[in-house]
């Protein structure tokens, strides 16, 4: 039996998909780098309220100013010390039982059905990951699938609305995408938007000066396969 509903529904926006896969994933030096061209995506596309995108604007500004090391550690005491904020999908339906597993290899499973690949240490469960899968999909499947989702992502904002963490739009903004009803997150006023967007000074925040060179390979969760040659692309 499929997972995804059939009932017709609005656009699902792939670009604002994956700019949301990127800003829940851990905050390396090429996220920091990627993060003026993120902000872009999600107005170029505008798949979400205004409201939202200002969150999400204020998300965004605020990894830019944060040294690497600060935004490094925050994630990890969000999002890797405890059940109600993982990112990990089964983390919520299965937790510690056995059906993880078995979970996990129908998810992968999935993921090849549609010619895409884990790369080496990704989680098919890992919400950046599911993301960017859903990212690929035909509009109806892509918001079904959301819909099938909104109550894990509805138990993770609430929990991140409870730590006032900036996160909690990311997960407003896929509820919206979904379909769903989230509750604005407030915004904390800040410095101008020129102050904001400029390039901090090498190795003094979140900038890609001084800690990654120019060209350098950005990461991917998942790959695809050529089916003819079998070699991954």
């Known amino acids: 039996m499929s997972i995804f509903k059939t009932t017709a529904a609005a656009p699902v926006a792939p670009h604002t998909l994956r700019v949301l896969a990127r800003l829940l994933s851990y905050p390396d030096p090429v996220l920091c ?42 994630y990890v ?71 099938e989702l909104a109550h894990i992502f509805n138990a993770i904002f609430n929990a991140l609305e409870k730590r006032q963490s900036r996160y909690a739009s990311a997960l407003g903004a896929l509820l919206e995408l979904a379909g769903e009803k989230a509750r604005p997150v407030a915004v904390v006023a800040d410095e101008p938007i020129d102050e904001a967007w400029a390039e901090p000074v090498a190795f003094d925040g979140c900038s890609s000066k001084g800690q990654a060179k120019p060209g350098q390979p950005q990461p991917i969760h998942v790959v695809r396969k050529n089916p003819a040659t079998g070699v991954v692309a």
């Open 77 to 147: 005491q969000l999002f890797d010390s405890g059940r109600a904020t993982s990112l990990h999908v089964f983390e919520h339906v299965h937790g510690d039982s056995r059906d993880r597993g078995p979970a996990m290899i129908d998810l992968a499973q999935t993921y090849e059905a549609a010619g895409l690949y884990l790369a080496e240490g990704e989680m098919p469960d890992h919400l950046p990951v599911v993301l960017e899968y859903t990212s690929t999909q035909p509009a109806r499947e892509a918001r079904a699938f959301l819909g």
């Open 33 to 74: 780098e990627q993060l003026p061209a993120m902000r872009g995506a999600l107005h170029a596309e505008a798949a979400l309220g205004a409201e939202r995108l200002a969150e999400l604007d204020a998300l965004i500004a605020s990894l830019q100013r944060q040294s690497a090391i600060d935004a490094e550690a925050d």
